[in-house]
């Protein structure tokens, strides 16, 4: 089967601050190169896109090689941090953009959403807009009138469908045009996080159809998307982007793993290395650890066992209303728990030199899996920020007899919540 997307040493590069090379000298110099059949001189320079650095070159390659094909009928989830690359890998292959180097086949009609709005005109109807994005794409006003009313039904728009789209809101503008990027038959749906825009009841509404439109192997569907749920409940696939060039490519589950992983030492206790960090650092997390009830080091926790989050702090001050707060993350990226000390305790004070602050389940509710820590501390009252480390710690937990039955819970989503239960005879 021939691929629906081939991408082969696909490259994009951008000067910074500028339009084209920034200089006539620059311009003339490329044109010169083009005209005797060479190579662009400036494609030997430029530095990779990384947005922690400053860097020397005023070149910067925002993809580099990228090489990949998408099988007809996949859903593609592309993942990566903020400037990995991601939104201007979706332009070049909806030709919003040119590469820079390498080439793009795709097989059939591309639709794309990158963000409210795409291709809509604001001085224009809904309706109207309708009919022109059904043009782009290629298809005749036969075609686009079979499937307005269903359009109409779907965005929930009816009442506004003769208004111009300037008026609409965000919500409104991006559920219209999802609604005709999905219903009007592309071979091949390109959707970047522009979902987010629209409501739960949408973005649920808005899944459930790319799923519709990949079955049966005949459409495609590219997906980005920062809700590691969403890309897991929709995805079969995934490619995880770093700094313009792809680290990982494989099946879903995999590729968030590793997207999730690829910054965390397992069990790397010492948070002093740690570069990227929040705050004024008067105060800082130095290490973590994993403790049993008897204070021991442990490398995973046991579902329902007692576990220690074990924090040393470091302060070069007084500090005095000390907040410290824990974030649970799942593997999927959504926060199961936060927990402070100002919630469950008190604020900790007189704080010097060194501590440690002991975080304490008696009965740990979190179900098998692996699970992240994000830590801050902080000034609660004059909300002076200290120090504040994001996923920086990784720990497993393990299957458990939570309720001490002899029976080991087999539950897949959320966590145990201790309960009891009690059978009343009806006299």
Known sequence: MKPAIKIENLSKQYRLGTVGTGSFAHDLNRWWHTVRGKEDPYLEIGEANDRANKGESDYVWALKDINFEVKPGDVLGIIGKNGAGKSTLLKLLSRVTRPTTGSIKARGRIASLLEVGTGFHPELTGRENVFLNGAIMGMNKQEIRSKFDEIVEFAGCERYIDTPVKRYSSGMYVRLAFAVAAHLEPEILIVDEVL???????????????KDVSKGGKRTVLFVSHNMASVKALCNRGL???????????????????????????????????????????????????????????????????????????????????????????????????LNNFHSADLFQNINNEIVANCIFENIPLLPGEYTLSLRARDQIDKVLFDELESCFLFKVESGDYFGTGRIPIVKQGVIIDHKWEVLDEK
Do not use: C, P
Request: charged share 25%.
């Open 196 to 210: 987010a825009v629209g409501d739960a009841e949408f973005q649920k509404k808005a899944i459930e159809k790319m």
């Open 240 to 338: 995880v982007m770093q700094n313009g060039t792809t680290v990982f490519s494989g099946d879903v589950d995999d590729s968030i793993n590793y997207y999730l992983r690829k910054d965390i030492k397992e069990n790397h206790s010492s948070l002093k290395d740690i570069k990227q960090r929040a705050g004024n650092s008067k105060l800082v997390f130095s290490e973590i650890k994993l403790l049993n009830k008897e204070g021991l080091e442990i490398t995973n926790a046991i579902l329902g066992g007692y576990t220690i989050f074990s924090l040393k702090l470091e302060s070069l001050q007084v500090v005095n209303n000390l907040e410290i707060r824990i974030q649970i993350i799942d593997g999927f990226g959504n926060i199961v728990s936060t």
